[in-house]
């Protein structure tokens, strides 16, 4: 199969880096320093147990269109940056191209093909206007939940920190041909890719921890085991949970696990940055509207109260501001 990576950064050059030693066609879509190295070197990934994987002939070009129309498109990037890439994107595509969504957070197809009576409702927090439905037909569309950890270290070389599991799924819940053939594919790159029925609930579970763990690290720049071992933190984490679940519910998804058990499985990770504070940390734009201003606009979408979030949201959007500001005065 010919995969195109959009966005060859710490998950991106993971897939690309083992699908292409699996044997399948892989083009990274990449820019300044990344491309160069992908091109001189191709993408080295460096393993938890000290051992590295080394994709030497892989390709990388800068314009899609280079590329050309692709059998799977695999979208890694940050959720705010998709937009700008809807001008060249449509050129990967061809009839039958699949587009998988790698994206943290709440996704802008999160209403299509949902059926019922959210169907078809739009999430303005992170689509505007509908810009990007308008440009990625639903039928493309295969949803991906994203497990594993890792960072970009240098260009071209990205470090696994834990996990090994893409979970997919069709919007309808549907199990077609397709995503089957995705998922095998995925196997035989080393992967786990198992095909859920209802990959939205999946979904809601990874943003349970993200919508608190996320903006918390990024004002207190605390680590996960910090966070969840400080009882006030912990505490407000898991006041964001129980709102985000109970809207959450509203929209038919199942919680197969308790909010403890969440805050555990988090603690357990140890002393892991997330990625809003790596963002910060590194002066770029943090996914806030993904991950926590899209969950307060499912509050208002069903009437549900979000103080606890909404809160958090309103802080963490002013220190992106200021943070933002600052950057700007010294450029």
Request: aromatic content about 6%; hydrophobic content about 50%.
């Amino acid at each position: 199969m010919k995969f195109a990576i959009v966005g060859a950064g710490a998950i991106g050059g993971l897939l690309g880096t083992r699908l292409a030693l699996a044997g399948e066609e892989v083009v990274f879509i990449a820019r300044n320093q990344n491309l160069a190295a992908i091109r001189q070197r191709g993408f080295r990934l460096l393993l938890e147990d000290g051992s590295e994987q080394h994709a030497a002939e892989v390709s990388a070009v800068q314009h899609m269109l280079d590329a050309g129309p692709q059998d799977v498109v695999l979208l890694t990037v940050k959720a705010h940056q998709v937009a700008a890439l809807l001008p060249e994107l449509r050129a990967l595509f061809g009839p039958h191209t699949l587009l998988v969504s790698m994206i943290n957070g709440l996704p802008w197809w999160y209403f299509q093909k949902l059926g019922g009576a959210f169907e078809g409702k739009r999430l303005d927090s992170v689509d505007p206007g509908g810009l990007i439905a308008g440009q990625i037909e639903a039928e493309r569309i295969i949803a991906s939940v994203v497990y594993p950890a890792a960072e970009l270290v240098e260009p071209g070389v990205v470090r696994l920190i834990e996990g090994n599991r893409f979970s997919l799924g069709e919007l309808d819940g549907s199990r077609s041909p397709r995503i089957e053939a995705l998922s095998q594919a995925l196997m035989r790159a080393g992967f786990k890719a198992p095909v859920s029925k209802d990959i939205r609930s999946e979904l809601w579970v990874k943003l349970w921890g993200n919508l608190c763990f996320n903006p918390i690290s990024a004002l207190t720049q605390a680590t996960l085991v910090d966070i969840c071992g400080f009882a006030p933190t912990r505490e407000l984490a898991a006041a964001m949970m129980a709102e985000a679940q109970q809207l959450a519910q509203k929209l038919g998804v199942t919680f197969k696990v308790t909010i403890a058990q969440r805050i555990a499985g988090a603690e357990a990770v140890g002393a892991h940055k997330t990625s809003m504070l790596q963002d910060l940390e590194r002066g770029r734009a943090l996914e806030l509207e993904a991950l926590v201003g899209a969950v307060l606009e499912l509050g208002r979408i069903t009437a549900t109260p979000t103080p606890h979030i909404a809160a958090v949201y309103a802080v963490t959007a002013l220190l992106e501001r200021t943070q933002a500001s600052l950057r700007s005065q010294t450029l």
